[in-house]
């Protein structure tokens, strides 16, 4: 296990995830990628047929990279990486899809990530992003509940 990847979305759980891939790295000497990623809206139409406008969320994007950046440098901050070599980054995009893709661009061999307690109901009308990175991952995820400590 040389890389391991924490996906991090500012959550308890995904702090608790971070602070576990910490063990499992320095048991393993492995180096840490820590990312979170911001989910840029779909664009959004409206007007008549013919007439209409585009809403630019260029501008959002930013103001929410620059909150995702300040989140992930906070609990960062919080960690002890004594002898662990990690990096961080904030990507932009659909989160289960950006995890999936930096796993595989950066040769990730296991991801460590948090499950908030969604219901089953509303797991299956919501979707999970960390249901569908299990699903599609080509590397093993170690999957921490919210009830673990």
């Given at each position: 296990?040389?890389?391991?990847l924490?996906?991090?979305?500012?959550?308890p759980v995904?702090?608790?995830?971070a602070e576990?891939?910490v063990?499992?790295?320095?048991?393993n000497?492995?180096?840490?990628?820590?990312?979170?990623?911001?989910?840029v809206?779909?664009?959004?139409?409206?007007g008549e047929e013919?007439v209409?406008?585009?809403?630019?969320?260029?501008?959002?994007?930013?103001?929410?990279?620059?909150?995702?950046?300040?989140?992930?440098?906070?609990?960062?901050?919080e960690?002890?990486?004594s002898?662990i070599?990690?990096?961080?980054?904030?990507?932009l995009?659909?989160p289960?899809?950006?995890?999936?893709k930096?796993?595989?661009?950066?040769?990730?061999?296991?991801i460590?990530?948090?499950?908030?307690?969604?219901?089953?109901?509303?797991?299956?009308?919501?979707?999970?992003?960390?249901?569908r990175v299990?699903?599609n991952?080509?590397?093993?995820v170690?999957?921490?509940n919210?009830?673990?400590?």
């Amino acid at each position: 296990m040389k890389k391991i990847l924490v996906p991090i979305d500012g959550s308890p759980v995904s702090i608790i995830a971070a602070e576990k891939a910490v063990e499992l790295a320095k048991q393993n000497n492995s180096e840490l990628r820590f990312i979170t990623v911001v989910k840029v809206p779909d664009i959004v139409r409206y007007g008549e047929e013919g007439v209409g406008y585009v809403v630019d969320y260029t501008k959002s994007n930013a103001e929410l990279t620059k909150q995702q950046t300040k989140m992930l440098d906070n609990i960062i901050a919080e960690i002890d990486f004594s002898g662990i070599k990690f990096e961080k980054k904030v990507l932009l995009g659909e989160p289960y899809e950006e995890i999936l893709k930096y796993a595989d661009e950066e040769n990730c061999d296991f991801i460590v990530m948090g499950r908030r307690g969604f219901s089953k109901i509303k797991r299956f009308f919501i979707g999970s992003v960390t249901q569908r990175v299990i699903s599609n991952s080509s590397c093993p995820v170690l999957v921490i509940n919210e009830t673990e400590k």
